[in-house]
């Protein structure tokens, strides 16, 4: 059996954002559809440990059905050694026979497919004249949702904070500010990719109008945005499964009595298919909570395993 491996050069050079945004808007509309079979990760947390591991499967049927196992660390001490903070791989086996058809990098197959989906959010909720964009956050999902906000909006303004000052020294567009609330409060679309557990954006810093990409936070003991910011939104998820067992943006607030699961309006896939309404007024806070799931690592590293092998990219090894 002969395997295609791509390393995390080939996956970035395979999956370009713009092209990453219309695959992930495809994927979210067939989950929305039922075609897909998307569980709950399973996530590996020892005693103690900081870090975890997480098990995303996927399945999907019909004419070319297709099987994606992510199998993923995440290790939060990388961010201090400049290193992604997502290791692992995704493994794509053959609908029909269960066969090993590649392996490709994890790490940059989560940075581009997380950011092309706000990306997808932002398309859909962000308000047409939004023109700064505030990012809370430095590491490898900051990079990444710059060039997706870049590719679905025209910003004036690119405002940054995080922990670690000086990661976008390079860009001269990208101006470095002192504190989140100098960030949030100058934007219309804001990005949280933050390794925050406790809020780090306050509700009274939002602008009216402002669309929230909520990325930072998968786990339900950790939140980015406090519980005022979430009651005041319009809430919109990946899927509304993941987001009541997974979310700590969401799930914190619904400890609180503040909200409930009827808080969520929709899911992506939802407004791509036209079945649900997105933002409703100029003023409106819309927030889209992103947690990841398995169905777009499957669409992501089809597409790049299609591309890869038009060109012949990777390695092919003996399994």
């Known amino acids: 059996m002969s395997v295609r491996i791509l390393d995390e050069h080939d996956v970035r050079r395979l999956l370009p ?25 399973t996530i590996v947390r020892p005693p103690g440990e900081p870090s975890l591991l997480g098990l995303m499967p996927a399945h999907r049927g019909g004419e070319q059905p297709l099987y994606a196992l992510k199998a993923i660390a995440i290790f939060p001490s990388n961010a201090a050694l400049g290193l992604d903070l ?7 086996f053959d ?7 590649a392996i490709l990098n994890a790490g940059a197959i989560t940075a581009v497919r997380t950011a092309a989906v706000s990306g997808v959010a932002t398309r859909c909720l962000a308000r047409d004249d939004a023109r700064t964009l505030a990012i809370l956050g430095t590491g490898v999902q900051a990079r990444a949702h710059l060039d997706a906000m870049n590719a679905v909006r025209e910003f004036d303004r690119v405002v940054v904070w995080g922990r670690t000052p000086g990661r976008f020294a390079d860009l001269d ?3 470095e500010v002192s504190t989140p609330e100098v960030a949030v409060r100058a934007a219309d679309v804001l990005v949280t990719a933050t390794s925050a557990v406790e809020p ?6 939002l602008k009216a109008g402002v669309h929230v990409n909520a990325v930072g936070s ?13 009651v005041d939104a319009s809430l919109f998820v990946d899927r509304r499964e993941s987001a009541v067992n997974e979310a700590g943006d969401f799930l914190i607030p619904q400890r609180e ?6 808080h969520i309006r929709a899911e992506l896939g939802e407004l791509i298919l036209g079945t649900a309404p997105g933002r409703r007024s100029p003023d409106e806070i ?11 690592d499957l669409a992501a590293a089809e597409h790049v395993v299609a591309r890869a092998e038009e060109q012949n990219a990777g390695t092919l090894v003996s399994l």
């Open 200 to 205: 780090i954006v306050r509700r009274e810093w």
């Open 86 to 92: 997502h290791q692992g791989f995704v493994a794509l």
């Open 173 to 175: 567009e990208v101006e």
């Open 257 to 262: 009595g503040a909200i409930g699961p009827e």
């Open 286 to 296: 819309t927030v889209f909570k992103s947690l990841g799931l398995a169905v777009e």
């Open 17 to 41: 954002m713009g092209e990453c945004i219309d695959v992930m808007a495809a994927a979210l509309a067939s989950l929305a559809r039922g075609e897909v079979h998307n569980p709950l990760r």
């Open 218 to 230: 998968s786990v339900p003991a950790a939140r980015e945005l406090d519980t005022q910011s979430m």
């Open 95 to 101: 609908g029909e026979t269960g066969a090993t058809r």
